[in-house]
T-cell receptor, first 113, second 115 residues
């Protein structure tokens, strides 16, 4: 299965600022997925990133708040913009494979103060 | 969109006993149902999955059953061990074979194995 490197692993940010999270995959993948996991909660899909086209956002998530880049088939970034304390969460990227299911990056633990 | 309900939210069992976690889904287009184990501070790890053309799948002490008519699927862990203590998530996706669709997760079950 694919190996995903995600960074940073954690960060503490001031409200009103932005943070960009990076995910690098060791093989080419068509789709990359970004999830949010609020403290003690389940995972919620933010958006699906397809190389060469705009990301597709789930209900409740907008591009201005969570812009995504997908410059090639092994890399994607998620930016959390104009942060508030409510954005404090773990953000995870994921890729899917037919034989091995979906795997996740190690996550970025974001705290907004 | 898809909605996945998961029960119970917390499950405490004696070491060596069996544990069962149940999920229901709403979208009949869903055809891929994975289960993830998440230990504190770690990423979710796939432990077993099932596709809609299969009713049951087993891997050592872990099994998953699927009733597509009733839109529910269950995780069964037998002979539970302390290292099984974790949060377990079910999920559903209209898996098209190309990894084109994300997962909708249940709210999770905190499994506690009592020594």
């Amino acid at each position: 299965s694919a190996v995903i490197s995600q960074k940073p692993s954690r960060d503490i940010c001031q409200r009103g600022t932005s943070l960009t999270i990076q995910c690098q995959v060791d093989s080419q993948v068509t789709m990359m997925f970004w999830y949010r996991q609020q403290p003690g909660q389940s995972l919620t899909l933010i958006a699906t990133a397809n190389q060469g086209s705009e990301a597709t956002y789930e209900s409740g998530f907008v591009i201005d708040k969570f812009p995504i880049s997908r410059p090639n088939l092994t890399f994607s970034t998620l930016t959390v913009s104009n942060m508030s304390p409510e954005d404090s969460s773990i953000y995870l990227c994921s890729v899917g494979g037919q034989s091995n299911g979906y795997t996740f990056g190690s996550g970025t633990r974001l705290t907004v103060v | 969109g898809e909605n996945v309900e998961q029960h119970p939210s917390t499950l405490s069992v004696q070491e060596g006993d069996s544990a069962v976690i149940k999920c229901t889904y709403s979208d009949s287009a869903s055809n891929y149902f994975p289960w993830y184990k998440q230990e504190l501070g770690k990423r979710p790890q796939l432990i077993i999955d099932i596709r809609s053309n299969v009713g049951e799948k087993k891997d050592q002490r872990i099994a998953v059953t699927l009733n597509k008519t009733a839109k529910h699927f269950s995780l069964h862990i037998t002979e539970t061990q302390p290292e099984d203590s974790a949060v377990y998530f079910c999920a559903a996706s209209p898996y098209s074979g190309g990894g084109a669709d994300g997962l909708t997760f249940g709210k999770g079950t905190h499994l506690i194995i009592q020594p």
